[in-house]
T-cell receptor, first 113, second 112 residues
Framework: GENVEQHPSTLSVQEGDSAVIKCTYS??????FPWYKQELGKRPQLIID?????GEKKDQRIAVTLNKTAKHFSLHITETQPEDSAVYFC????????????FGQGTELSVKP | NAGVTQTPKFQVLKTGQSMTLQCAQD?????MYWYRQDPGMGLRLIYY???????DKGEVPNGYNVSRLNKREFSLRLESAAPSQTSVYFC???????????FGPGTRLTVT
């Protein structure tokens, strides 16, 4: 089955710096890769996703890149702000499996003012 | 729209007791999911229902059962609770494959 590894487990940056979180996956048939943000005590919420026919996707300060050959994808946050502090999860799924998501272990991002 | 709702918010059980966690969504979504979240282990899929009338095992189904009661509701049952089932349980729903999953507020379960 699919396995998703996420690094680093914790990341601390200064406000205004960039943050990068990386994930690798094992199933070459996976073709949907969402990223979720979870603030302390809250539910996970989707922040960006990418499908396998696209190599990069941007939404304001957030971008995701996908390298299908190497089976890894990354989340990039530029100009970080204190409100970006949260736990971020990557995930992967295959088409026609009912949306079954396999999540990485999470990265706790801390943005220091 | 309430989105995805879960009951109860908190629950304490003794080992061997049973309970059902309830989940409902009002977004007319086809697919529903149950996850558990433990520190350092991310979100792990317990069971899912791709559409009304179907259910399938996820990564960690042992000790759980589910029922897709109708399109809106998907319940998770613990028949004989164990301390290893102490966790935060999230229900989610989605329009379908490769679409955003919307999560409920979670149920914090402690088994003593």
């Amino acid at each position: 089955g699919e396995n998703v590894e996420q690094h680093p487990s914790t990341l601390s940056v200064q406000e205004g710096d960039s943050a990068v979180i990386k994930c690798t996956y094992s199933d070459s048939a996976s073709n949907y890769f969402p990223w979720y943000k979870q603030e302390l005590g809250k539910r996970p919420q989707l922040i960006i996703d990418i499908r396998s026919n696209v190599g990069e996707k941007k939404d304001q300060r957030i971008a995701v890149t996908l390298n299908k050959t190497a089976k890894h994808f990354s989340l990039h946050i530029t100009e970080t702000q204190p409100e970006d502090s949260a736990v971020y999860f990557c995930a992967a799924s295959r088409y026609n499996q009912g949306g079954k998501l396999i999540f990485g272990q999470g990265t706790e991002l801390s943005v220091k003012p | 729209n309430a989105g995805v709702t879960q009951t109860p918010k908190f629950q304490v059980l003794k080992t061997g007791q049973s309970m059902t966690l309830q989940c409902a969504q009002d977004m007319n979504h086809n697919s529903m999911y149950w996850y558990r979240q433990d520190p350092g282990m991310g979100l792990r899929l317990i069971y899912y229902s791709a559409s009304e009338g179907t259910t399938d095992k996820g990564e960690v189904p042992n000790g759980y059962n589910v029922s897709r009661l109708n399109k809106r509701e998907f319940s998770l049952r613990l028949e004989s609770a164990a301390p290893s089932q102490t966790s935060v349980y999230f229900c989610a729903s989605s329009p379908g494959d490769r679409y955003e999953q919307y999560f409920g507020p979670g149920t914090r379960l402690t088994v003593t």
